[in-house]
């Protein structure tokens, strides 16, 4: 299985992704950064990899199981 992953140590909030795939990435009222779905499908892999190449501090990586 493919997941999407945010090292939360480098995320800044900004939102980036939340703007390009809002079905797997969400901001709560205190802007913390929420992965709402974190599995990679067919589906979605194209706007995720745009979520990652945009993201400002490269904080979202693909990862295989």
Partial sequence: MTKVEVDFGLCE???VCMGI????????DQDYLHVLQDEVTPE??????EA????P???IFI???
């Fill in 63 to 65: 990862r295989e199981e």
């Fill in 52 to 55: 990652v190449r945009q993201c």
């Fill in 13 to 15: 909030s900004n939102g």
């Fill in 21 to 28: 795939i809002p079905e797997v990435f969400d901001l709560d």
């Fill in 44 to 49: 979605n892999e194209q706007q995720i990899k």
């Fill in 57 to 59: 501090r490269q904080a």
